[in-house]
């Protein structure tokens, strides 16, 4: 809010200066004579771009976002919603890293979340464990738009379409299915070791051949080596 209030106020120096030329300004009988300044009216359209450009450029994400998270809600309209630092303040669920409204189908994203989920696009192929997270987030609350609500579920069908969900991100095939595997391998299964709040987003069953299994063509352990899964506890 506040860069394009910013980029507001160049915006309206700039119509002060046309409208001086046009108009007479209080306790003047004519408009100003002298001609518009050029340079003056070049810098401030630039400021006025500049701060613009931050704002835009996360309305363009979100709404990439939200055509993405509508795919993988098997196409019900999903919109995105990056919170800001300020956003964080009135948001009920701030302490949650994303919630989701399967009526309305909205999708909140906590801050900083988006930038991350932006870092790892820029680099896939050297993701952290943060950036990994940032992935399965978007998929997770894809997954309640979709219509799930108990959240093992949500999270093992989230795991099953992470390799998807990257893909649809532009990363490479190869390094879009590592990322899912690392994922599931590391983050996910973690969560069963340390339990406590991380508990309700983990099951024994979401594993290859079990309950949880979808059987999804492209699911992210559809490449698993057999030796692997049978090693799996």
């Known amino acids: 809010m506040l860069w394009i209030l910013v980029s507001l106020f160049f915006c309206w120096l700039i119509f002060r200066e046309f409208r001086s030329r046009f108009v007479a300004s209080a306790g003047y009988d004519r408009p100003e004579s002298e001609p518009i300044s050029v340079p003056y009216v070049a810098t401030l359209t630039v400021l006025a771009l500049v701060f613009a450009w931050p704002p835009f450029n996360l309305w363009r994400f979100e709404r990439f976002l939200a055509v993405k998270a509508s795919e993988l809600a098997d196409s019900k309209r999903a919109s995105v919603h990056c919170n800001t630092v300020f956003d964080s303040f009135f ?32 680099h896939p192929q050297r993701a952290n464990r943060e950036e990994l997270n940032s992935l399965n987030l978007l998929t997770h609350e894809s997954m309640h738009v ?15 379409r992470n390799y998807r969900a990257a893909k649809m991100l532009g990363v490479p095939d190869d390094i879009a299915r590592k990322n899912a595997l690392d994922y599931y391998l590391g983050v996910y299964r973690d969560r069963g070791k340390i339990g406590g709040m991380q508990a309700p987003y983990f099951s024994d069953q979401c594993a290859p051949g079990k309950a949880m299994d ?7 352990w559809a490449g698993l080596p057999q030796q692997t899964i049978q090693a799996m506890p």
């Open 91 to 122: 948001d009920s669920n701030y302490l949650a890293a994303g919630h989701a409204n399967p009526q309305t189908g909205e999708i909140v994203i906590q801050y900083p979340w988006c930038d991350t989920l932006k870092n790892y696009r820029k």
């Open 146 to 160: 979709r219509g799930e609500l108990n959240e093992a579920l949500t999270e093992c069908q989230a795991v099953q």
């Open 214 to 220: 979808e059987r999804l063509s492209d699911s992210a």
